[in-house]
């Protein structure tokens, strides 16, 4: 079937630290690849996506690259602020379907 | 341009009642998506609609739980006689017409908190 495995959280940085969310994902034809984010009290908001192999999707300073090869797609941003304290989702639609399909998110937490 | 919208924001009701949510979309998006999402997991689906039409239901979905959408605008979900095991955000999202060389992003909306007591 499809599925989306994150890392384990919750994460906790520093301010202006380097941040790496690990994604893989299970799939049975070719899809789509997104990241959500969902701050405190809020619903979801689209951070980013990808729709082909090798695509990188960017936003507000994060970065996410769809790797075939390794089923991967890790969001990474090279410094943190307290204002991206929120919980993370990575999700994937397969061409034809309808779906999203969610991992179990990440809670990120950036103190000062 | 409003997003979507969801309302209630928050539900709370006895075991055994019945509760509905309503969903307003983007305006012209003409695909609506239900899904449910528990306390620390990431969101299930529910079910979709292309205009009026329910095109997919999830094994999610028990007799329980209908949705609808009349005039391909806003949507419904109902639960009827709530159990505890309901409790959970449910979101809504929508998403303009398919289009597999362009994927569309579904947008979601702010969700209704439901809790049964």
């Known amino acids: 079937g499809n599925s989306v495995t994150q890392m384990e959280g919750p994460v906790t940085l520093s301010e202006e630290a380097f941040l790496t969310i690990n994604c893989t994902y299970t799939?049975?034809?070719?899809?789509?690849l997104f990241w959500y984010v969902q701050y405190p009290g809020e619903g979801l908001q689209l951070l980013l996506k990808?729709?082909?192999?090798?695509d990188k999707g960017s936003n507000k300073g994060f970065e996410a690259t769809y790797r075939k090869e390794t089923t991967s797609f890790h969001l990474e941003k090279g410094s943190v602020q307290v204002s991206d304290s929120a919980v993370y989702f990575c999700?994937?639609?397969?061409?034809?379907?309808?779906?999203?399909?969610f991992g179990q998110g990440t809670r990120l937490t950036i103190n000062p | 341009d409003t997003g979507v919208s969801q309302d209630p924001r928050h539900k709370i009701t006895k075991r055994g009642q019945n509760v509905t949510f309503r969903c307003d979309p983007i305006?012209?998006?003409?695909?609506l998506y239900w899904y449910r999402q528990t306390l620390g997991q990431g969101p299930e689906f529910l079910t979709y609609?292309?205009?009026?039409?329910?095109?997919?239901k999830s094994r999610l979905l028990s007799d329980r739980f209908s949705a609808e959408r009349p005039k391909g605008s806003f949507s419904t979900l109902e639960i009827q006689r709530t159990e505890q095991g309901d409790s959970a955000m449910y979101l809504c999202?929508?998403?303009?017409?398919?289009?597999?060389?362009?994927?569309?992003?579904?947008?979601f909306g702010p969700g209704t908190r439901l809790l049964v007591l």
């Open positions: 999202a929508s998403s303009p017409s398919f289009l597999w060389d362009r994927q569309e992003t579904q947008y």
């Open positions: 305006s012209e998006h003409n695909r």
């Open positions: 990808a729709t082909k192999a090798d």
């Open positions: 999700a994937l639609i397969i061409q034809g379907a309808q779906k999203l399909v």
């Open positions: 799939a049975t034809g070719y899809p789509s």
């Open positions: 609609f292309q205009n009026e039409a329910q095109l997919e």
